[in-house]
């Protein structure tokens, strides 16, 4: 027989009560910790952000201004036999010998020419074979702003250039300017995790953070949108912050792989090697690159990149009918491919096939969206509301903070 006392000690311990059992992101000293993470990192390098945001969003249309300030660089005639890209590079190298032709493009109904620095490009009205002019891609307030959103002004011949941030920097695939870009990509990563767990309220008050309080006092109202803005712009800020941080640092697109199911990039995705050249072999020419690119992946060939002197083969861009870089100026096309320069037969294709369905989402979906390319200006309208979030989040946020910060002063005060 067992005494009542014993019974007691060898039974099983009471359950909680409903509701004190929390999450460990709801545990006061964890959650205090993430939201003065979230503050701090917000109010310390927010300027920087939403500098790089809103740059990124005016960017959003940098092909439809590019087009509408040079109306007479994209005249063009309708032609029953227009030229085809190798007519018109050799067009622009005969009337500019001192013009190094790299690279030719099927560009809003005018084939563009382009120099090894991709930063002049000689239009040519495919109807009639006249030359329209010359245009310089980087330069004015729009390469300004693509110098410090895309490069960290360390893009030699864009307007802003500055040549000190080009220097190396401790990380071994940036500089000083793009490992500033990887801290803020990495910081926008942060911000959307730790705001992501401060937001969350629980099932029972979810319907609370998705209203905003217009009848109380100023800091109900901003507190309210920030959440509201928050939410809606976290999967755009994750995505900025991810794909942005991963132009430089390879391993943020590993890591973001591996959490979604994919696999490693294969390093040697974007390499040819081509077969030695026979003695006396001629160079197949831009136009047979063009066709041969197109019998192993159909589409429209949209730009075209000729042997350098460090390369012996052609690299073809074609966009096919889904196309996530089909809105991009000049440098459209979703699917590469390379042929030999001596051998059409010789081509290799860079597609999506084999890879697990998170890689083929990164490289067909996501990393596109970062730039709005895979969508026409209408639809980019969204990009550019939620890529003005982040300014009207460092507003509310920052009103919210002034607000507890004299709250707090005027309570020292009395005491």
């Not at 740059?55 to 036999?81: K, M, N, P, Q, W």
């Amino acid at each position: 027989m067992t005494t009542q006392a014993e019974e007691r000690a060898t039974a099983a311990p009471p359950r909680p009560a409903r509701g004190r059992v929390r999450r460990w992101w709801r545990r006061k000293p964890v959650r205090t910790s993430l939201v003065l993470a979230h503050r701090w990192t917000s109010l310390v390098l927010g300027l920087f952000l939403v500098l790089e945001t809103t740059s990124g969003a005016v960017l959003l249309y940098r092909a439809e201004i590019f087009r509408a300030t040079h109306a007479e660089f994209y005249r063009h005639t309708d032609s029953a036999h227009p030229i085809g890209l190798q007519q018109a590079r050799e067009i622009v190298a005969k009337a500019h010998p001192e013009f190094q032709a790299a690279w030719v493009s099927n560009e809003h109904g005018i084939i563009a020419v382009g120099d090894p620095r991709y930063t002049t490009a000689y239009a040519v009205d495919p109807g009639t074979g006249r030359i329209n002019g010359s245009a310089e891609l980087n330069d004015g307030v729009m390469g300004w702003l693509a110098n410090l959103h895309d490069c960290g002004f360390t893009c030699e011949g864009y307007a802003g250039y500055v040549p000190w941030l080009a220097a190396p920097s401790p990380v071994a695939t940036a500089n000083w300017g793009q490992l500033a870009l990887v801290v803020l990509g990495l910081l926008m990563i942060l911000l959307a995790v730790t705001g992501l767990i401060t937001w969350w309220p629980g099932i029972r008050k979810l319907s609370h953070r998705f209203r905003v309080r217009t009848q109380g006092s100023r800091f109900a109202r901003d507190f309210d949108l920030h959440n509201v803005i928050g939410i809606i712009a976290l999967p755009f800020v994750l995505m900025w912050g991810v794909t942005g941080a991963a132009f430089y640092l390879p391993g943020v697109e590993t890591a973001w792989l591996t959490i979604t199911g994919g696999s490693a990039p294969e390093e040697n995705r974007y390499s040819f090697t081509p077969n030695p050249a026979a003695a006396g072999a001629q160079d197949i020419g831009v136009d047979r690159a063009a066709q041969a690119a197109v019998r192993h992946s159909a589409g429209e060939v949209r730009y075209l990149v000729a042997p350098q002197q460090d390369t012996d083969y052609y690299t073809v861009n074609i966009a096919s009918d889904y196309a996530p870089y089909g809105e991009r100026a000049f440098f459209g096309g979703d699917t590469t491919v390379y042929v030999d320069r001596y051998d059409p037969g010789h081509v290799s294709v860079v597609d999506d096939a084999g890879q697990p369905a998170a890689n083929a989402f990164y490289d067909k979906v996501f990393e596109p969206a970062h730039f709005g390319w895979l969508v026409d200006g209408w639809w980019r309208v969204i990009w550019l509301v939620l890529g003005l979030a982040p300014l009207a989040l460092m507003l509310t946020g920052l009103s919210t903070w002034l607000y507890r910060s004299g709250v707090r002063r005027r309570r020292r005060r009395a005491a």
